[in-house]
């Protein structure tokens, strides 16, 4: 069974730091063009960084850019959102996601967040100002 469990979602303080956690079950990461996303409440769920494993190219929302990085181990078969520097608007439901079609694709992956098969459950990270 294709499954993505997150954890490290919490409440912090503007300025800190969290890493959101994604461990992949029932396929490897390494294959798989990956992604996070963000739904602030009322908002439409919007692309926050995503990885191509095909050539190691990354992409990230200019709202993140220099704040947040996404790496994976591929020993552990899970990916990671270091998110520094943190905002109020940061504020939202993060979710994981994965999809072997945009291995070599991630702005695509990104853009289109409706076009990705497997994703996590969400966790949720409030900024306090």
């Known amino acids: 069974e294709v499954q993505l469990v997150e954890s490290g979602g919490g409440l912090v303080q503007a300025g800190g730091s969290l890493r959101l956690s994604c461990v992949a079950a029932?396929?490897?990461?390494?294959?798989?063009?990956i992604g996070w996303f963000s739904q602030a409440t009322g908002k439409e769920r919007e692309g926050v960084s995503c990885f191509g494993p095909t050539d190691g190219s990354t992409n990230y929302a200019d709202t993140v850019k220099g704040r947040f990085t996404i790496s994976t181990d591929n020993v552990k078969n899970t990916m990671y959102l270091q998110m520094n520097s943190l905002k109020p608007e940061d504020t939202g439901v993060y979710y994981c996601?994965?999809?072997?079609?945009?291995?070599?694709?991630?702005?695509?992956?990104?853009?289109?967040?409706?076009?990705?098969?497997?994703w996590g459950q969400g966790a949720r990270v409030t900024v306090s100002s």
């Open positions: 029932g396929f490897s990461l390494d294959d798989y063009g």
């Open positions: 996601a994965a999809d072997a079609e945009y291995a070599s694709t991630p702005r695509t992956a990104c853009g289109y967040p409706e076009y990705l098969d497997h």
